[in-house]
């Protein structure tokens, strides 16, 4: 019997296991699909803390998260890369509180894409998802942690495999921990060969009907997106495609053409906060971790490390 048990393999299960393993406790991941099939799989992505709750843990967490993926950003096969590119909006606004966070600065008005009227440019971790939950996997399996397939239909059922259990189920908590507070807000992406792209782009402008972003990866670039909540359907919808690619190309020309090479699609579980909390159940501990929205990449690591400060002491680890 393991230690602790994670149900979960998106970011934020495998993060959370790789900092247990890492600190020396025993753990097993078990997941009802598999990292590549994850919300965490489909998503862009970029770090961002994009209207998540509750706002100062956000701003811990996600700091922290940075400080992680930008060491990873220098280590060879991780998936991460450092980017430079714009978030720009069609009004005049506010650059968001977090672009001191990554040394953000004005764009000049030169340099703003056409119906774009303010902007700010930075550098901040760019990460390819299939690449980075395998590397996170192999970092757990390095340390002994293991990956299972199995789905799970009551808490109280994974409490009686281990005496500790991380939920970090996602969107699906919904389900699982009988929790109306998250939904699933259904994002959709469109990627495609990459025509010479080097610098990401997102439209920021306050009160945007659409999303529109375009995140140029080594060989491919992921174009975004769409925001449906309360959509369960996991299914690629051909007309929101056409439509992200015409949204994206109109901001940037060189895409026209661009051959599609697939869609991808994901639930963001979005709450009114992130739920990090523990609770105790008979003789075990419970510890949540979902929640996290359109940001789950970006607080996987500030999470995981609260995670681990939680059950320390609860298990024993060894050296
Ligand atoms: C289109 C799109 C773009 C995004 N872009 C970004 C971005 O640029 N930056 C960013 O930070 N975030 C982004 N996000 C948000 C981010 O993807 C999510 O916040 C994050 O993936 C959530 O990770 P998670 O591990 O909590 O959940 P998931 O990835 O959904 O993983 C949940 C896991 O729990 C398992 N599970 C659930 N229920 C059970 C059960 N009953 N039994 C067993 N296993 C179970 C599932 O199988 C799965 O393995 C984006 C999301 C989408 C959809």
């Known amino acids: 019997m393991a230690s602790v048990l994670v149900i979960g393999a998106g970011v934020s299960g495998l993060t959370t296991a790789v900092c247990l393993a890492e600190a020396g406790i025993d753990v097993r991941v078990d997941t009802d699909r598999l990292p590549g099939a994850t919300t965490s799989a489909a998503a862009g992505a970029m770090w961002d803390p994009f209207l998540v709750e509750p706002r100062?843990?956000?701003?811990?967490?996600?700091?922290?998260t940075l400080a992680e993926l930008t060491a990873l950003s220098t280590a060879p096969d991780t998936g991460v890369r450092l980017m430079e590119g714009t978030h720009e909006s069609r009004v005049p606004c506010e650059m968001p509180t977090w672009g001191s966070v990554v040394a953000a600065l004005p764009c000049p008005p030169?340099?703003?894409?056409?119906?774009?009227?303010?902007?700010?440019?930075?550098?901040?971790?760019?990460?390819?998802m299939p690449r980075y939950l395998n590397h996170l996997v192999r970092r757990l399996e390095r340390t002994g942690g293991t990956l299972h397939h199995r789905h799970y239909d009551t808490l109280d059922e994974a409490l009686h495999e281990a005496p500790v259990v991380v939920?970090?189920?996602g969107a699906e908590a919904r389900f699982l921990a009988d929790d109306p507070a998250v939904d699933a807000v259904r994002g959709q992406l469109v990627v495609v060969e990459n025509p010479g792209i080097g610098t990401f782009f997102c439209d920021d402008t306050p009160g945007a009907r659409e999303l529109t972003y375009i995140y140029p990866h080594a060989e491919a670039v992921v174009l975004g997106g769409t925001a449906e909540p309360g959509t369960w359907d996991l299914r690629p919808d051909d007309d929101a495609a056409r439509e992200i690619v015409r949204r994206c190309t109109a901001v940037e020309p060189s895409l026209a053409g661009a051959r599609v090479i697939e869609q991808r699609v994901g639930l963001r579980p979005v709450r009114t906060g992130v739920r990090l909390t523990e609770e105790r159940r008979d003789d075990g501990l419970l510890v949540h971790n979902y929640g996290h929205g359109g940001a789950g990449v970006t607080l996987s690591w500030g999470c995981a490390r609260e995670v681990v400060d939680r059950v320390r002491g609860t298990v024993g680890s060894t050296p």
């Not at 303010?118 to 971790?125: Q, V």
């Open 56 to 64: 100062d843990l956000v701003d811990r967490w996600s700091r922290q």
């Open 110 to 128: 030169q340099d703003l894409r056409d119906g774009y009227v303010t902007g700010w440019r930075y550098r901040a971790p760019l990460v390819d």
């Open 167 to 169: 939920n970090c189920s």
